[in-house]
Each structure stands twice: as structure tokens, then as C-alpha cells.
């Protein structure tokens, strides 16, 4: 993958298929302390101890259809080469977090490409009812978009609909830089 928004859709379709309710994507930037990070947070089945220590193995994964899992431990690997850091805490029936860091000037850092694109496919793809976060932060400026606050704005109106998609992308595209542009 050569976005980092690729690695975020794959991390959390896990927590989708986790059945996850809700589900919490922070991505913070310090300029001054030239970091990015990443928490994905949900309230998924959560996992054992066991599937915990084993969950950064290529060689382990949850799908029946597939023996190799590898969004995990690409992601684990690529905060190490950027000089940052991954964790993970999960508790079986309280959900996951995932905490990545990375040095935001790092050389081996993709760029973050479409955050818009990626809650697009994400609200999309997604069950009926499923509630996403999006928290961008750029120091001190910050966007926020919720899908329970834009359910209650469309009054029934389903997320998945053309014309709400496109807009979901858009605002968030434009929340974005404006938070971005805010800095400069």
C-alpha cells in the first residue's frame, strides 16, 4: 500500500468485521514535535490474550478464507521503519484500540492520500447503523465528522445514497485541508 488512508480502510474494515457499533479514527499531527498518529477505536468482539500475542504474525489471521493476514503486521512494520511506534490492547467483548506513530518527516512515510475517499468506501460498505468518527487534528485545529450527526441532519435518508456519499467525501476532502490550511 502507498497511502497511509489504504492502511487506515484496511484496519478498520477489521473492526467492521468484528461487528463493531461504533468505530473512533484520530489522526493527530504535532508539527513541533514532527509526529502523526494514528487510533482506530472500537467497540468490536474485541480478542483473547491469545490471538493478541499472536495478531502481529503474518500467519495469523480470523478469515476462513485466507491463511495470511497481513494488514496488521504491514502497518507494525511500517511505524517501526518511520521511527514511530504500534500498539494494540483488546479485550475480548470491549473492543480494540490501535495506536500507530510515526515520525512525520521520515523518508519511508507514505503520504495520508484520500481520508474522504476512504470514509466514502467505508459508510458505503458498511452494515445500516454502523456509526463512524472521523477526528483530524493539525496541533491545535481540528475537524470532526460524525455519521450519527449527519443521520440526524438527513432525517432518514440512508447514508449509502449517491448524493450523500459524494457529499460525505467532499465535506470531509474540504475539512481537511481547511484544518491543514489553518497552520500555514
Known amino acids: 500500500m502507498n497511502e497511509l488512508s489504504l492502511y487506515i480502510l484496511d484496519l478498520v474494515q477489521n473492526s467492521v468485521t468484528a461487528g463493531a457499533k461504533h468505530i473512533l479514527i484520530s489522526v493527530s499531527s504535532d508539527t513541533d514535535k514532527d509526529t502523526l498518529t494514528v487510533v482506530i477505536e472500537d467497540d468490536g468482539c474485541g480478542m483473547s490474550k ?10 495469523t489471521t480470523t478469515r476462513k478464507t485466507r491463511k495470511v493476514g497481513l494488514g496488521i503486521p504491514m502497518i507494525m512494520q511500517l511505524c517501526e521503519m ?5 500498539s494494540i490492547k483488546s479485550e475480548p467483548g470491549k473492543g480494540t484500540v490501535l495506536t500507530l506513530g510515526f515520525k512525520a518527516s521520515h ?35 481540528e475537524f470532526r465528522f460524525d455519521t450519527q450527526e449527519v443521520r440526524a441532519m438527513l432525517d432518514g435518508v440512508p ?9 460525505i467525501r467532499d465535506y470531509i476532502t474540504e475539512g481537511i485541508e481547511e484544518t491543514r490550511n489553518q497552520e500555514q
Open 50 to 59: 491469545e490471538l493478541l500475542q499472536k495478531v502481529t504474525s503474518p500467519f
Open 82 to 86: 518511520c521511527e514511530g511506534r504500534f
Open 107 to 141: 523518508m519511508d512515510m507514505p503520504p495520508m492520500g484520500s481520508l474522504g475517499e476512504t470514509m466514502l468506501s467505508l459508510v458505503n460498505g458498511s452494515p445500516e447503523g454502523l456509526e463512524f468518527v472521523l477526528e483530524y487534528r493539525v496541533d491545535e485545529n
Open 159 to 167: 447514508l449509502n445514497t449517491p448524493e450523500v456519499l459524494s457529499w
